[in-house]
């Protein structure tokens, strides 16, 4: 199973410090992992610029008409989950 969901993004950035604080690291080892710890950055960021794009398509939609906000967050889900369609009312 692949880990591309915001749900896991949090366990990946947690390992990166893991890694980064092993004291049985040598300084090159280190100087390693600060470099991939840079690109998680860049990446992370990108993830979360997206997913904060999906949360305002979807609050636009169900403020519109009042449609199901969860097909705009595909990244937000757990994979598997299988939840009805919700019935979202507006408070107009």
């Given amino acids: 199973m692949t880990k591309n969901r915001l749900c896991d993004l949090n366990d990946h950035l947690f390992a990166q410090i893991e ?12 100087d390693q ?12 960021d990108q ?4 997913a904060a794009v999906q ?3 979807a609050k636009m939609v169900t403020d519109f008409d009042g449609a ?14 299988n939840l009805p369609a919700l019935k979202v009312v ?3």
């Fill in 19 to 30: 890694r980064l604080a092993d004291e049985d690291s040598t300084p090159e080892k280190i």
């Fill in 33 to 44: 992992e600060h470099k991939r710890a840079e690109a998680m950055v860049g990446v992370a």
């Fill in 47 to 50: 993830i979360l610029r997206t």
């Fill in 55 to 57: 949360l305002q398509t």
């Fill in 68 to 81: 199901d906000p969860r097909p705009y967050l595909t990244m937000m889900e757990k994979p598997g989950s």
């Fill in 90 to 92: 507006s408070a107009k």
